[in-house]
């Protein structure tokens, strides 16, 4: 498997989601957000969080139209798989490669703690390493990580099995406890918590690694 972790001024999430890419055997290339390429033989785009182009306007809008994104959106548009993390999932957002938006929290005031969530979905290349319903930890980090999406998008991606994580204990007021998202074809993941910050136990968990494993194993027999 070959990572590209797209990089923005602002991001602060990057190296730790190199890390967790590596350390599930990938290899691992950043790519800064004035390139307009990708690298050859990319399986997979990490957009990762952190405050790209310091949130002005709204999170994760200018980042959206950087260099790179047209990049992104044609890896997306043919097939490939991404997957935003906190802030990559607001880029993914505001890019229209999935649906929703990601509001300020209910509750105003930033949230970082380890949280836990209910695997929704097995049926993707990030989820397939957990049993449905299984109960994980994985830290968040965000004040604008409240995901609302309107009633007939959300009876949607209900219907079509694409709710990838809910929330146990709401920290956000998203709409039915959604913590992350897959798009049409499943191939791409948008999702508020941090599994690269729970990929093995002296971070306080190692709950996140099996996505990382799943998700390798996947694309090496693709």
Request: proline content about 5%.
């Amino acid at each position: 498997m070959k990572a590209a972790v797209i990089t923005f001024p602002g991001s602060n999430c990057d190296r730790d989601l190199s890390m967790a890419f590596a350390a599930a055997g990938a290899d691992v290339v950043k790519v800064w957000h004035k390139e307009t390429a990708l690298p050859e033989g990319i399986d997979i785009i990490g957009v990762p969080g952190g405050f790209s182009y310091g949130d002005y306007l709204r999170c994760g809008a200018i980042a959206s139209r950087s260099p790179i994104g047209q990049a992104v959106a044609d890896f997306a548009g043919k097939g490939g798989y991404v997957m935003g993390i906190c802030n990559g999932f607001q880029v993914l957002t505001e890019m229209r490669l999935l649906p929703g938006a990601l509001m300020r929290n209910a509750g105003l005031k930033f949230v970082s703690k380890p949280l836990a969530l209910r695997v929704a979905t097995t049926d993707s290349a990030y989820t397939s390493g957990y049993e449905l319903g299984q109960e994980i930890m994985i830290p968040v980090a965000h004040h604008d990580g409240n995901y609302q999406i309107d009633p007939e998008g959300l009876a949607r991606i209900e219907g079509e099995d694409r709710v990838a994580f809910r929330y146990v204990e709401n920290p956000n007021g998203s709409v039915d406890d959604i913590a992350g998202v897959l798009s049409e074809n499943r191939r791409v993941l948008g999702m508020m918590p941090h599994p690269e910050r729970a990929i093995e136990a002296a971070q306080g968990g190692a709950d996140g690694a099996a996505l990382f494993r799943a998700l390798s194993g996947m694309l090496a027999t693709a």
